[in-house]
């Protein structure tokens, strides 16, 4: 690694692709035997036919490898891997092993992709010589397939050279899709993998975050992915409770400790101390609000956080008197007025709708003074 550290804040260099770059797809599945043929039937279909799948059994109870199995048989670009249960992080670790692309995409084991999704990344990346990640939109399906919303889920998407913002907002910036809509190059994937497997949640969000660190994203606009919510998500119907807001909130804590490493790996110490502390991240106070309101916190002990959020510089900017947040979050509101107003905003089942809110707005303010030199 020392011969790829700068002491400067800017995208790696990478090699030009070639005419036909190998794709390889990986996917984590654990118990989803009822999606997983639709996955691979979806890949299957791609317009773009230089690619591997790679699926990695995370050792599912039902008859997932059965299904994985017949389409091993029916095309050799299918392979399979079986482990024990470790999570996902670990199943894209044991899949990533095993591949030889110049191109990573991951995809979820019950999410579908569109038939031209791997042309369009490789026509992004080929043409875009600096960017070693590529983005585009998705569409949200329930768990029989039919569309959530007949929108796009992203009203907008993250492009260019990011890592600034990224610094200057505490590790965290907005407009970024989930999993199955994230592509990189080979020359990026090998400094996010292996991901550490203490990594149970948000994994997707994990290599979203390092990947911004150290290459241009580039968003294509079209929607090439429909993203499955159904209530064997990890969160996609899940309530929010206490337990479920700590287990988010050390997931975004770890990524933002993973962010300062590599930091410090690729640029050095100099540029690494100048990822700013999570407070200056807006969806952490957020979380750190929304937890304290959770655990019945006093209005008293609850102050602290409420004032971070409220006098965060983009409060004001995100939440404007014509969004119901803005209402929500203003005035520490006394329990039983925030819970009603709470549910009225993100729904009966809120924890995937408040997740997705606080990625999916307008990207921050480039900040050149903080990484002047």
Known sequence: MKDLQTNKLQPIALPLLPENPLVS?????YNYARY?????????????PHFEA????????????????????K???IKLIRKQNGG??????????QSKGEIVCI?????????????????KLKSQSKCGFVIHNVIQID???????????????????MAPDVLENGGFIENLPPASALSIRRE??????????????????LIIFLALLVTEVRAVPEVLNKFRLHGANTTSLAPITVDSMERSLSALEHIHQEQKQLLKKVYGTEIADKLRDLRYSLAICQYRYLLARLKGISRKQRREVHQHLISHPQFSTEFSWFKPQRWLFQWNLPDALFTLLFNQVYGVSPLKQFVKSLFARKPAMHSAKLLSE
Not at 107 to 123: F, G
Not at 188 to 205: C, Q, T, W, Y
């Open 25 to 29: 797809v990986l996917i984590s599945n």
């Open 36 to 48: 997983i043929g639709e996955t691979l039937e979806s890949v299957l279909c791609q317009t773009y």
């Open 54 to 73: 790679i699926v990695c059994d995370d050792g599912s109870s039902d008859n997932s490898c059965e299904v994985i199995e017949t389409y091993v048989q």
């Open 75 to 77: 095309d050799p670009r």
């Open 88 to 97: 996902i992080a670990s199943g894209l670790n044991a899949a990533y092993q």
């Open 107 to 123: 995809l979820d084991a019950d999410d579908l992709w569109m038939p031209t999704k791997l042309q369009r990344v490789v026509e």
């Open 143 to 161: 768990g029989q397939g039919k569309n959530i919303k007949p929108t796009p889920m992203m009203k907008q998407l993250a492009s260019g050279w």
């Open 188 to 205: 990026i994937a090998s400094l996010i993998f292996p991901i550490n497997e203490a990594m149970k949640r948000h994994v997707d969000g």
